[in-house]
């Protein structure tokens, strides 16, 4: 058995071959959903951690499942559109469909609150993308208020001087910025004072092991009194118990999202459960 697995090794050499031809795949899967309506927007609420209210959620892309087969995760396919340049209508996609819905949740008389939107370091990087969010808002009436745009502090901190320009863009259209997965990429003090986002989104690695990991209660407490200083709001992600939610509430983090409160839900299950108390 052992030559035989031997013997196989060298048929599949080399290996980049198999994952060039499994991203291939992807591709053309991404392709063929972005021609077919093959996509679609799961919602998952962020809710304020003193009040238990809904005050916001997030948009996450979702490939549709075909022939019943369970779809590839967004962590699979979105390094695949990005290196491809799908992510660009993939990403004018999502924000669409996102802004559409709000508006429609809003028309229908439920509470207005901000969609978060996840924008791709490609996204960002393209000369076109003020204009991109301009549009969404345009063709789908929402109020600029009601979008949130969620851009990764490693995006931001690779693409400064851009990024400066663009979020004056942002700040113009009226629509609000998150930082997301604030505390992974290596910001300093003073950019990120220049880039005076509206709100921190703590990293779901610093969330987990709390309250326990004494390094990341300190990063966690560290990075809301930063956010409170620099007049942002701050989210904490992946909030998955009652333990977590009590060290957040008690540093007084402003909101929480998380499997503790709910999965990220399609728009109509997220639909029902839209009014409750949380
Ligand atoms: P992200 O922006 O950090 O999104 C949060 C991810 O954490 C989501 O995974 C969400 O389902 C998951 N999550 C939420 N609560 C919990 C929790 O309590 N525990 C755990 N363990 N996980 C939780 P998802 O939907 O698989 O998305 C993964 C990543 O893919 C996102 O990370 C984002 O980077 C990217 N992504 C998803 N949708 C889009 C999109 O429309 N555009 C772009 N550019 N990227 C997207
Ligand atoms: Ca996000
Ligand atoms: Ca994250
Ligand atoms: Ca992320």
Request: proline share 5%.
């Amino acid at each position: 058995a052992k030559s035989l697995g031997k013997r196989n090794f060298q048929f599949y050499a080399p290996t980049m071959t198999h994952e060039a031809m499994r991203r291939a795949s992807v591709e053309r899967q991404i392709r063929i959903a972005l021609e077919e309506g093959g996509f679609t927007v799961e919602y998952q609420p962020k809710i304020g951690v003193r009040s238990r209210r809904l005050i916001g959620f997030e948009a996450l892309v979702r490939l549709k499942p075909v022939d019943g087969r369970p779809p590839l995760s967004p962590v699979e396919f979105i390094p695949i559109a990005e290196d491809s340049g799908l992510i660009v209508p993939l990403g004018t996609w999502v924000l669409n469909e996102a802004c559409r819905q709000n508006k429609a949740w809003q028309n229908a008389g439920y509470l207005p609150v901000p969609v978060s939107v996840n924008v791709s370091a490609v996204q960002f990087r393209s000369s076109e993308f003020a204009a991109t969010v301009r549009q969404a808002l345009k063709s789908t009436g929402l109020n600029p208020a009601y979008l949130d745009l969620e851009i990764t502090e490693t995006t931001i901190m690779q693409n400064f001087e851009h990024g400066v320009t663009l979020m004056r863009q942002l700040q113009a259209i009226g629509v609000g910025v998150s930082i997301d997965d604030f505390g992974t990429g290596s910001s300093s003090l003073s950019k990120l004072k220049l880039f005076s986002a509206d709100t921190l989104k703590i990293d779901r690695s610093f969330i987990r092991d709390l309250p326990h990991d004494r390094d990341d209660a300190a990063i966690t407490s560290t990075i809301i009194e930063l956010a409170r200083n620099l007049d942002q709001k701050v989210v904490a992600e992946g909030v998955e118990t009652q333990e977590q939610l009590a060290f957040l509430q008690e540093h007084g983090c402003d909101e929480a999202q998380g499997f503790f409160f709910s999965a990220p839900l399609s728009a109509q299950r997220f639909e029902a459960l839209y009014g409750k108390q949380w």
